[in-house]
């Protein structure tokens, strides 16, 4: 279908709930949403494409063709776009790569030697199912701490085959395991065990404990006190594991906190679990960046609670998302549960969204490149500007004193980073007194008209010209470029009165706030001052050549060649000055070199 077809089709579409399937030419499915009025949210695509996102555009200029699925409610159509991203993957959908669900133990008691493992989710095969849990992590810990405390098994040893074949493996040998391999093991003693972490997994680590407990004390009566102390370590153990809840039905955290951050690049979900206030554990995605943070957050949020097979009892957002009432209650259709989703105000949850947000902030800036930071804050300015990213930016300040060695200097960063071998300085010819504004416009017209020369160094257009200073500089500049009829976004660098850059301005006057924005901010500074950094440096070198070449004026046999000669191979007057003769004779003729010499030695030369 054509654009203009698209468009027609999408303007034909009810005002009714529904999903909107978006297909390539080759029909694969590359993005699925939800609207609540189908009409109102497909034909946004096909309306002004201007102002979508780089990403957005790309995805309807890839559009063939779309299929809709009207809905009898909202809450229909949440249902079935879940299912349908789920099933599809599309390529434009944020998606999460790990949608493997929180992980169970299973063990299953009809076996000679039951083996405790942990599996992704459950089958019915007639085994027992403990879980879900938090992560592959907290299962893990649960599962190493029950073989910890029971000494069960974690070897690789098949049981009955492996009973009496070879020497017991180092665990026995540090007393984590009784040792189930050898010859005279008891298999009832092994299935004991089996039962108390089958007990222990059910809750009931009471029961399990006053077992032990009177396991110990006939073993003491009896006078095995080795048996008996064995007994109390294990004892102690399983009263530990009972206290820190390690082991419970359904160990999922009862709170979830959702967080999101972004760098320039790279944006983060992530969930922080907890259970009775301690944090368990954390999950996270890293994803590039996406048009609408809310959105975003969304339909992650979606994926993640309905990959899981469980909801907690209260998820907490750090901002308001869509659709958040109608997904409480698909959780609770699915699960049974309907968890509370809120978005705090204030107290201790407030700080626990924090915590989140920090986990996703450094887990985003933790994988982000120097590179692609740049690639973003750059991507950011060119949205900020209403321009495609500045691959190529060149700035320009004017430095003088009192109209004197009045200069101009022109640095160019390339990708974000200082390309310092095209920077670029300009003597300001013609002008008497101090006038920045026309200084500026000199500096501009010059580098421009070696660009239309074709001039080496000077024959790659920027994409966007940064000058250092407000409305009038910028006229300045906009004025030189008009007289070669050259197009280039310009801007004024406008400095707060801490001499920083607080905005950017245009030649009529609009400003744009960058310090909301820090990587913006950061740049443009750092333009900013590494352009004021090379005028200063170069008017400092003319004026120190200009005070220089008037004294060493007043010295006769001492020409322009001669002053060059000098200033060239001791870089400063104060270096002539302290020169010996030898050393001055050596680059000068003899008489030259004793009136150099005399010039600055008059006195002690009289003496």
């Known amino acids: 279908m054509t654009f203009a077809e698209l468009k027609e ?23 699925v949403g939800k609207a609540k009025k189908l009409k109102n949210r497909v034909s946004q695509y096909f309306q002004d494409t201007a102002s979508h996102s780089p990403k957005t555009r790309l995805m309807v200029s890839r559009i063939h063709h779309f299929d809709v699925i009207v809905a009898a409610s909202e809450f229909e159509a ?12 599309p390529k ?14 299973r063990l299953n008691m009809k076996e000679d030697y039951p083996v405790l493992t942990m599996v992704s989710k459950p089958s019915d095969d007639g085994a027992c199912y403990y879980g879900p849990y938090g992560s592959r992590g907290i299962t893990q810990s649960i ?4 073989f910890l405390t029971l000494k069960l098994p974690r070897c690789k040893k098949h049981f009955p085959r492996d009973v009496g074949k070879g020497r017991p493996c180092l665990n026995y040998h540090m007393n984590q395991c009784s040792g189930w391999c050898q010859s005279g093991s008891s298999k009832d003693g092994y299935r004991e065990r089996i039962e108390q972490a089958r007990q222990l997994l059910s809750g009931n680590y009471k029961q399990v404990a006053e077992q032990i407990k009177q396991q110990m004390l006939a073993a003491a009566d009896g006078m095995e006190f080795e048996l008996a102390a064995s007994l109390r370590d294990r004892l102690s153990a399983v009263e530990a594991l009972g206290q820190k809840q390690l082991v419970t039905a359904g160990a999922l955290a009862d709170t979830d906190v959702i967080g999101y951050a972004q760098t320039e690049a790279k944006a983060c979900f992530s969930v922080l679990h907890f259970s009775g206030g301690n944090l368990l554990d954390k999950d996270y995605e890293v994803f590039p960046l996406p048009d609408d943070p809310e959105t975003a957050v969304s339909s992650l949020m979606k994926q993640y609670y309905l990959t899981r097979g469980i909801a907690p009892k209260i998820i907490l957002l750090p901002f308001a998302v869509e659709d958040s009432e109608l997904f409480a209650h698909l959780l609770e259709q699915r699960y049974g549960r309907k968890p509370s989703l809120r978005v705090p105000q204030r107290g201790d949850n407030v700080r626990l969204v924090e915590l989140a947000v920090k986990n996703a902030y450094e887990e985003a800036e933790r994988i982000t490149t120097k590179e692609e930071k740049a690639a973003g804050t750059l991507t950011l ?14 700035a320009f300040d004017v430095s003088n004193i009192a109209g004197t060695d009045i200069v101009a200097s022109m640095v160019v960063f390339a990708s974000g ?29 010059r580098r421009f008209a070696h660009y239309q020369k074709g001039d080496k160094g000077f024959d790659e257009l920027p994409d966007l010209l940064l000058i250092d200073g407000g409305i009038a500089h910028t006229q300045a500049a906009v004025k030189a470029l008009n007289t070669f009829d050259i197009t280039v976004p310009v801007f004024g660098m406008v400095k707060d009165n801490r001499h920083r850059t607080r905005a950017l301005v245009t030649s009529d006057g ?15 500074g750092t333009i900013q001052e590494e352009t004021h950094r090379f005028a200063v440096t170069y008017h400092r070198q003319l004026r120190s050549k200009r005070l220089s070449y008037s004294q060493l004026d007043q010295i006769p046999g001492i020409g322009t060649k001669r002053k060059e000669l000098l200033l060239k191979k001791f870089k400063s007057l104060s270096a002539i000055a302290n020169a010996t003769l030898n050393e001055l004779e050596r680059l000068l003729p003899a008489d030259a070199a004793q009136a150099v010499y005399r010039h600055f030695h008059a006195e002690n030369t009289n003496r």
Not at 92 to 105: A, C, E, F, S, V
Not at 143 to 146: D, M, P
Request: net charge neutral; with cysteine.
């Open 9 to 31: 089709k999408a303007l034909s579409l009810p005002y009714a709930p529904g999903v909107y399937i978006m297909r390539d030419q080759a029909d694969r499915v590359i993005y």
């Open 78 to 89: 949440l249902v079935l776009e879940c299912s349908l991203i789920k099933r599809y993957l």
């Open 92 to 105: 434009y959908n944020i998606l999460l790569k790990d949608d493997k669900g929180y992980p169970y133990l």
């Open 143 to 146: 599962l190493e701490a029950i």
């Open 381 to 394: 300015l060119g949205k900020m500007l209403d321009l495609e990213p500045p691959r190529r930016i060149e």
């Open 417 to 445: 980073k200082p390309k310092k071998s095209e920077y670029k300085q300009f003597r300001i010819e013609g002008l008497s007194d101090q006038d920045d504004y026309a200084s500026m416009e000199q500096a501009v017209m």
């Open 510 to 524: 609009r400003e744009i706030g960058i310090d909301s924005q820090q990587a913006v901010f950061a740049l443009i």
